[in-house]
């Protein structure tokens, strides 16, 4: 089991303090959030991507890629990538990339966005966002693959002897999430791939996240890759900790009701009575968040939102002290002992070098000398024909 | 059968009020006569105003909106009134209908009724409630009701009333809802969930092309 924070990437004004930070020091912060995160015992940080204020997070592999430089457990991932208006060959490119850099200590998550107007800035059409998704992610899978891609789409241009690089590490593709909150096909695409399925989780009632999961599930099973326990699940969740849960309250309130998406809206004691968020202490978080495995089964993958809505840094940081220090450790012995033991592992770069090599020494492509283009010859790889 | 009334109604008893529930008693006792039984549920969108706020500028639905949906989602008939104001229904009864699922009220049979302060409001019920439901794919009875304050003394709103009630009971009595082919129309309830494993887009999530 993975326990980890993801950060949307929001720049919002502190609404106690009326600062609102610049984009300068929301990266700088992100960054100092990203590496507590591993100081305080979590396994992974994931970060948004948007191309729009008041958001900073266009590049997400180069920021991870720093991260990873200066962590050394932490794995870097994203919540999510744009599968809709990024090209899925620049995916490949950049995100093998990234695992080389971080020796393994990444994986992504897919996406679609519903921002319309990102979708023209890209050359793409909201309209045709689910068929875009699902085609792009079907390339991408193959250029992770295959060294040499013979393809052709509906939304670009095809490819011949196409070879992405580099090839990822140890020749084992990045491991993928599916992020999706109501939509079967992406949970089916999850679920033919052997793939990762993550119910953001964060603004609706659970019954609604636990029907996607459990199709995806059903379908895991039904696509050959193991049981419905084995499928690999990830979940997100929200929570505003202090010692005593008043304090939690006090502290919070202000940020909740002005917050991005559902402030000057519902009430926090409704919003936390039909959704994860939790507002309180270290215990009532524990309590909240081990109910989530009694809705959705075992799952591999626990994510936080904790840096939103304005809070400052010295509070988030102070969240990743009590998240860490008091609500994990008692989360994962809990988990543990309550663990089917026909559930999956949480995925990690080792373990999946381990389930393609068994004892045997990873592939490593070497090209060949140029050749000037792709096409003419066999493989581009010493190894291969 | 279930019957539920949707009504928009602002002061305890409104006249918004009082049109749906003789609407619902005349639905209720006619039944009776042919044997039937009539259960009638009031849904009073006063009680859910800060909820149907909430649902339009967030994707958080409260637990009395919730338990509306599903009384709707139950139902075999609805009746739904509305006063009106400035020349058009209610805010908060076309912001509730505009919160629900698209697909929610698809073939439902639904007697229209408005109320207003003047007879010149008397075409807001066919001409712009109409398309409302139009746009929801339901089943809007022939007969709508307005009812300005002359008409509250006049007999003639009675033989309206009990015309409307008839046209909605036979619809309910016809099943036509639950007959219609559901699954037909482009819908999105959440709570049905029904999937089609052959479609276009599912066959390209499974790596086809």
Redesign the interface.
Known sequence: MQFGVFSVSDITRDPVSGHTPSEAERIDAVVRIAQKAEEVGLDVFAIGEHHNPPFFSSSPTTLLSHIAATTERLIVSTATTLITTNDPVRIAEEYAMLQHLSKGRMDLMMGRGNTAPVYPWFGQDIRQG??LA??NY?LL?RLWREDVVDWE?RFRTALQGFTSTPRPLDDVPPFVWHGSI?T???A??AA??GDGFFANHI???KE?FM?LIN?YRQRYAH?GHGTEKQAIVGLGGQAYIARRSQDAIKEFRPYFNEAP??G???SME??M???PLTVGSPQEVIDKTLTFREHFGDYQRQMFLIDHAGLPLKTVLNQLDLLGEEVVPVLRKELEARRDPEAAEAPTHAARVKAKYGDQAPRQPRPNANRGDNVTGGSPYQDSQ | MELVVVTAGTSDPSSTRMLADRTAQKVAELAGQRGGEVRVRVIDLRELATEV??AL???????KL?KAIAALREADGVIAATPVFKAGASGLFTSFFQVLENDLLIAKPIVLAATAGTARHGLVVDDQMRSLFGYLRSMVAPTSLFAAPEDWSDPALNKRIERAALELLLLMESDFASKVEWRSYNHED?ND?A?D?DSD??R????G?
């Open positions: 689910l068929p699902l085609e079907n899978h789409g109501r079967p096909e992406i089916e695409q033919f791939y603004f609706w009632p609604h029907r199709f696509h998406v559902y000057h809206g519902p409704d919003f009575e039909s959704t | 706020t909430t500028i967030s994707p958080m639905v409260g637990p919730e959440s969930f999937i494993l887009l599912m390209l999530a499974a790596g092309s």
